[in-house]
């Protein structure tokens, strides 16, 4: 079963820049995307990013794109999420997930998650 933590969430400054990281664990030998979900306050989940097995097709929601990347390091197992010129609607938790073979924006899609990490945004 594939096990996932994300770490690199905190406290940043409207138009500053966070990083946040995933580590997979398990069977990562299986071909598996990975994507960013996030759920603000009085919200419901929902997408941000996502990307492919190999890491080279992307796909991002509107309300994220140019502003944040999705890249991953298989050889390191962890897929990160570059979030740059932040604002105060990005704040939320941001949720890792996997799912076998193709990337998807449903959630639903996804069969494992991580247990989120906060990320607040000030102004």
């Known amino acids: 079963q594939v096990q996932l933590v994300e770490s690199g969430g905190g406290l940043v400054q409207a138009g500053g820049s966070l990083r946040l990281s995933c580590a997979v664990s398990g069977y990562t030998m299986s071909p ?10 009085g919200n419901e989940r929902e997408f941000a990013a996502a990307i492919n097995w190999i890491g080279d097709r992307t796909y991002y929601a509107d309300s994220v794109k140019g502003r944040f990347t999705i890249s991953r390091d298989n050889a390191k197992n962890t897929v990160y999420l570059q979030m740059n010129s932040l604002k105060r609607e990005d704040t939320a938790v941001y949720y890792c997930a996997a799912k076998f073979l193709d990337a998807t924006m449903n959630q639903g899609d996804y069969n494992y998650w991580g247990q989120g990490t906060q990320v ?3 102004s």
């Open 120 to 122: 607040s945004v000030s």
């Open 32 to 41: 598996y995307a990975l994507g960013w979900f996030r759920q603000g306050p």
